[in-house]
């Protein structure tokens, strides 16, 4: 999954950095039957479906995961300032970031659904320069949770282990942060970022960004 870590305001690194800490083992297609038909069914209000995923983090978690990230940038690259990837690394503050946009949002971050819905709306908002409305979030995910319960999705889920799980997310999440703490650097959305953006939601499920309506 493409990450960007910016080490001042144009600097990139490794677009593969976490492909292989969660996002390239299968979870693409599974981010995509996850996802699939989902904005169909986004705006037809806001039932509770049943069999939300339940996942924890604990902020040592996060910690591994980041070291995880740190370990393989390093390896791509015996050169690279190891402070600079470690200060970036921590002030991208993914949990922080998830924890406040999902209470934002009227979502929770201890949901797949949840953590889904709130880094499609902060990744949407990125792309769009503009406020998602809080209402279409919570339907947002609202369908995805519906659609974690149907048979073969709610299959595919129920076979991942508490590790697979966990760098599924993290994946997910630090590739918003890390992403968002890059624009934040720049000071602007570039053409480029905005590409990477919509890279971004398409490895998430979402296959076109541009086009999605949460305003």
Known sequence: MLVM?????????DPGATQSLGMGHGFNALSQ???????NNANKGTSKAENADYIYFGFSNFRGFEEKIFNQLV??????????????LSDSRTM?????????????????SDILATGIAWN??????TKASKQKVINLRNAIRGNMAKGP???QI??????DKTDWMMSFMYNNAMLAQTIKNTGKLTATQKQQLAQTAKQ?????IASVSLK
Not at 33 to 39: A, D, E, K, Q, W
Not at 96 to 112: C, E, V
Not at 158 to 163: D, G, H, P, Y
């Open 96 to 112: 922080h970031q998830f924890n406040i946009r999902s209470r934002d949002f009227g979502l929770k971050d201890t949901y797949i």
């Open 153 to 155: 999705v709610k299959t």
């Open 124 to 129: 949407w908002e990125m792309y769009h320069q």
């Open 5 to 13: 870590v910016g080490l001042n305001a144009t600097a990139q690194w």
């Open 75 to 88: 390896a791509n690259d015996k050169n690279v300032d190891k402070g600079k990837i470690r200060r970036f």
């Open 158 to 163: 129920a076979k991942l282990s508490a590790t």
């Open 33 to 39: 039957s996850v996802m699939s038909n989902t904005f």
């Open 204 to 208: 998430a499920g979402v296959e076109n």
